[in-house]
């Protein structure tokens, strides 16, 4: 199965091309921070989603002196004073371009409010469809005649669905591929005629021709929307565009490298899409709610996240990519520092960390901190919303920029309480 993943993934993203197509401070403060951020603007975002909460107590932010610690061993990292857990060795060795900030905190300990506002920056409000973080920044930074979209979801959980533009232009939709992506019927050309090039320009100069006649006649938003997605779906069938998706021209090496998983193939495929200049990308690696098992479910993830995420960082750094590229690696929340009966860990909002690398700031940091038992934030907390804040602002994007929504008023990209993770942009 994993040694076929890349034609799955080649395939299904072009099935998904024709569906898809279709408080830290006051607002002053983070103006005066976002104008310190450095001159090396990030150009991308790969968001590494760990679906189901992650135990980051078990990976960035252990306690092995306290009964809360379980059994795992922090290790030394190439940079002083950064300790992780034993189960990121390769990690390890790239913590100079890493930061862990250690100190984010919530209210939101359901999956479904916590995922929500992880990835909108905003909690649920009945009525508005809130775009996620990749919707907003393709909608800012991607370019109107690329040839690919401006937010692609590898991989992503079915249930609950996430990666959505929300109230946003469908040109901001994600394109979904993977292992959760829908098929689309009739997508093999069938008849010789279709199949010669000549065939196939015949067919796509007659459907311009009929789309530009309707279109002439006045045609509502959706229509409108629905040509302009299939201008991108033909784009997308350029030779070149399909061979983004082909992991079979990657070396053997670099693919075991990165892990013959779902998830380390998706970051192999992450990093081409990076070359290519997608301005978000998400690979999402599940299984992470953990309220029984906890230790031997994580060490078993943490393996795989250890393998596809430093692979990541090496290559984007050997490539001269990785100050203009902020990788995240986040989930909903974080899991209790009590150990429950089943040896697992429960919902835990109120203290967890998020790991980042790469960008211009990342440089072997340690961002707040947690009480001696995990339980608390004691120093530096941030919400959502300043992460989010945060990655806006070191890509160029204001976050105080406003939306048209859905419910007929002006939203802003970042919550109006957000202020910024000063340390991350400079």
């Known amino acids: ?15 998904a091309a024709s569906s898809s197509m279709m408080l830290q401070g006051s607002w002053l403060r983070s103006l005066s921070a976002a104008e310190k951020t450095s001159d090396t603007k990030v150009k991308r975002v790969i968001l590494l989603w760990l679906h189901g909460g992650p135990a980051t107590i078990d990976l960035w932010d252990l306690k092995p002196e306290h009964d809360n610690g379980g059994p795992f061993k922090e290790i030394a990292t190439k940079t002083p004073g950064m300790r992780i857990s034993e189960h990121f060795p390769g990690l390890a060795k790239w913590s100079d371009h890493c930061a862990i900030v250690r100190s984010m905190t919530s209210r939101e300990g359901d999956h479904g409010r916590a995922v929500h506002l992880a990835r909108t920056g905003y909690i649920p409000q009945a009525g ?16 109107s005649e690329a040839p690919l979209p401006g937010f692609i979801s590898i991989a992503p959980p079915q249930r609950p669905a996430i990666a959505s533009r929300g109230f946003l232009d469908t040109a901001a939709s994600p394109l979904v591929v993977g292992e959760m992506a829908k098929s689309v019927d009739d997508l093999v050309v069938r008849d010789l005629e279709q ?22 006649q006045g045609s509502d938003r959706k229509a409108i929307e629905l040509a302009a997605a299939t201008q991108r779906a033909l784009r997308m069938m350029h030779p070149d565009v399909v061979a983004a998706f082909d992991l079979e021209r990657e070396k ?19 990093r081409r899409l990076a070359e290519r200049d997608v301005p978000f990308v998400e690979v999402s690696l599940g299984g992470w709610d953990t309220h029984y098992d906890n230790f031997g479910r994580v060490a078993g993830l943490s393996s795989q996240l250890d393998s596809g995420f430093a692979s990541l960082v090496q290559d984007l750094s050997e490539r001269g ?8 690696c986040q989930g909903e929340f974080g899991r209790t520092p009590k150990i429950n009966a089943n040896s697992g860990r429960d919902h835990w909002p109120k203290a967890w960390a998020v790991m980042a690398a790469g960008g211009p700031n990342c440089h072997g940091q340690v961002i707040g901190s947690t009480s001696k038992d995990g339980t608390v934030v004691e120093s530096k907390p941030y919400q959502v919303p300043d992460l989010i804040a945060t990655v806006c602002a070191s890509m160029g994007i204001d976050p105080m920029k406003q939306n048209d929504s859905n419910v007929n008023r002006p939203i802003r990209i970042a919550d109006p309480s957000a202020g910024l993770i000063e340390e991350l942009v400079g």
């Open 1 to 15: 199965m994993l040694q076929g993943i890349s034609r799955r993934l080649f395939g299904m993203s072009l099935a």
């Open 321 to 328: 990519m990785l100050e203009e590229t902020l990788i995240l």
């Open 252 to 270: 053997d090496s670099v693919r075991d490298r990165y892990g013959r998983t779902i998830f380390g193939q998706g970051c192999l495929l992450a």
């Open 195 to 216: 199949r010669s090039p000549l065939g196939q320009s015949r067919r796509v100069d007659l459907l311009g021709q009929m789309n530009e006649h309707f279109l002439a």
């Open 128 to 143: 508005i469809d809130f775009p996620d973080l990749g919707a907003l920044v393709a909608q800012e930074q991607a370019q």
